[in-house]
């Protein structure tokens, strides 16, 4: 069967054949699934004009239909970015192979031996808004885990996901792999998304990517597990012991290099030893940068008439925008209390000198990504050495944070004997 004619035939059929495409996978070695992820590297940059044409047309489109800056910047392709997402391919590639992976290994008294392996989840699903990058990031990674899988972009980048699919597609048959492996839906039907959601005999994790009702939705409609985080909260904790032009320079990172991304920072709490200095320097830096702060009532009366007053709502938002909410806390116990009740699991960074501080905050802030001394941004697959990113788990089953080649996988057991009954 083609790919085309996988596109038309339905997604009953879409899904068998992605899980037939699994069964082949499993049984591929780790070169041949190389060589392909080396030939989808290869050609994201012989390829660029074809694909910046689809890109561009995407974001000519959405800017008629009045998609926000951060949705757009989500969306937008340049040169730099399919060199980055080539680049990213690449990582995936040099990873050591995990499949197959003996993750510990030990004898029973009987003399069984006993070892936990490393095998592919099977088929994934991932549903996703905007950034085409997730195409070749999600592909990448499946392919280097062995794992089939069926994307499912939003209609604001449909063309860009279909340029890339075909790319894929190509690449998969030079490499003699299934073109199931990777198929990316011709359809943005909500429909067929429900329907798909529902096929719980083939497809084994859904993983989508993309704002809170998008999350939301795919949690109520689905059958098949669901591996989510509803929003990114992400918090800097400027503590009292903390080096203030640090500190300003971890805030301003976190807030202003992509404000509309998940792991940019939306709090900024400032330990009111430090916000004498502190608020100060922070609100003319971000009038300087055209962020609007939302303060409380200390934030306010330090940081001039430039600070909006914050609602119970701003500490809980999560803007992705030029927008941060600020306030001012007793103390480390506060800090933690703060995140603890609006957080959202994603990440939470401490700048501070004290090492039984930050060690603290380390120990007992629950989120998935912890930091100290270090921008929020890094909360991320391939700034943490994972390779590529497939998502962030802010459940803690089975992957918590960023998510690499390895939360594709799970574990079986191997058992070896030479004749043991029980009794």
């Known amino acids: 069967m083609t790919r085309t004619a996988l596109k038309s035939s339905g997604v009953a059929e879409l899904a068998r ?15 041949t699934r190389s060589r392909a992820l080396a030939d989808i590297a290869a050609d994201l940059r012989s390829g660029q004009a074809e694909i910046l044409a689809a890109n561009a047309a995407d974001l000519e489109e959405g800017r008629a239909a009045g998609l926000s800056d951060a949705m757009l910047d989500r969306l937008r392709l340049d040169e730099k970015r399919l060199e980055g997402m080539a680049h990213a391919v690449d990582d995936v590639a040099a990873l050591d192979e995990i499949v197959g992976r003996v993750d510990s290994a030990w004898r029973r008294p009987n003399g069984l031996a006993v070892e936990r392996v490393r095998i592919p989840l099977g088929v994934i699903a991932i549903v996703y808004e905007s950034r085409p990058n997730v195409t070749t990031d999600a592909a990448a990674l499946c392919l280097k885990t062995a794992n089939a899988c069926i994307l499912r ?20 048959e030079r490499a003699g792999l299934p073109a199931a492996a990777v198929q990316v839906m011709a359809t943005t039907d909500r429909g067929e998304l429900y329907e798909l959601l529902g096929r719980d005999e083939e497809i084994d994790l859904v993983i989508p990517r993309g704002g809170e009702g ?47 991304v998940c792991n940019a920072v939306e709090t900024i709490l400032v330990d009111r030893a430090a916000a004498e200095r502190f608020v100060p320097m922070l609100c ?51 800090a933690l209390s703060h995140v603890d009740s609006y957080g959202s699991s994603h990440t939470e960074s401490i700048v501070t000198r004290d090492h039984d501080a930050a060690e603290r905050f380390l120990r007992e802030c629950g989120s998935s990504t912890v930091l100290v001394n270090a921008s929020t941004r890094f909360a991320d697959g391939g700034e943490l050495g994972l390779g590529a990113e497939i998502g962030v788990s802010t459940t803690r089953l089975h992957a918590y944070g960023p998510m690499g080649a390895e939360g594709l996988t799970t574990t079986k057991f191997v058992v070896r004997g030479d004749g043991q009954v029980r009794t």
């Open 214 to 260: 998008l999350i939301r939705a795919v949690v109520e409609h689905s059958r098949v597990p669901v591996l989510k985080h509803y929003k990114g909260v992400c918090h800097v904790y400027v503590h009292a012991a903390a080096d203030l032009e640090m500190a300003l320079g971890i805030c301003e990172n976190g807030k202003v290099q992509r404000p509309g």
């Open 284 to 334: 003319r830096r971000f009038a300087e940068l055209g962020v609007e702060v939302r303060g409380d009532e200390r934030v306010r009366a330090l940081g001039g008439e430039s600070v909006v007053p914050a609602t119970e709502s701003d500490w809980s938002e999560e803007y992705l925008a030029k927008i941060v909410a600020v306030r001012v806390v007793d103390g480390l116990d506060h």
């Open 17 to 31: 054949a992605a899980r037939d495409a699994a069964r082949t996978l499993a049984r591929t070695d780790a070169g």
């Open 153 to 172: 972009g939003g209609k604001e980048s449909f063309r860009s996901n279909q340029a890339l699919g075909l790319l894929i597609g190509r690449a998969l």
